[in-house]
């Protein structure tokens, strides 16, 4: 099993940029999805969920109407759209796959290697 995110660079502020995480190994369209971020020296955070049919999502409140998460099962494939980047934003972005709706790093069952993302001032 893999989850494998791409899409991180290096992006000015107020800018965008969409992250793409591909799931191999099995068929995660019963689970839900999630985008976690770890920035330098801080713990890793929650960012944004969806669920397994992609109808319901949640988001921190740091992020919530600048980032939209979606997937498409077809392709096995979770996304992060982010607009309106913030220096705050700085942060390895990680993918990850969870049978239960959580929050926090804890009942996460897949972790995907992480993408940077930096924005600068």
């Known amino acids: 099993v893999q989850l494998q995110a791409s899409g991180g660079g290096t992006v000015q502020a107020g800018g965008s940029l969409r992250l793409s995480c591909v799931a191999s190994?099995?068929?995660?369209?019963?689970?839900?999805m999630d985008w976690f971020r770890q920035a330098p020296e801080k713990e890793r955070e929650f960012v944004a969920a969806?669920?397994?049919?992609?109808?319901?999502?949640d988001y921190a409140d740091s992020v919530k109407g600048r980032f939209t998460i979606s997937r498409d099962n077809a392709k096995n494939t979770l996304y992060l759209q982010m607009n309106l980047l913030k220096p705050e934003d700085t942060a390895v972005y990680y993918c990850?796959?969870?049978?239960?709706?959580?929050?926090?790093?804890?009942?996460?069952?897949?972790w995907g290697k992480g993408t940077q993302v930096t924005v600068s001032s």
């Open positions: 990850a796959a969870s049978r239960k709706w959580v929050r926090t790093v804890y009942g996460i069952d897949y």
């Open positions: 969806v669920s397994g049919a992609g109808k319901i999502s």
């Open positions: 190994g099995r068929t995660f369209s019963s689970d839900v």
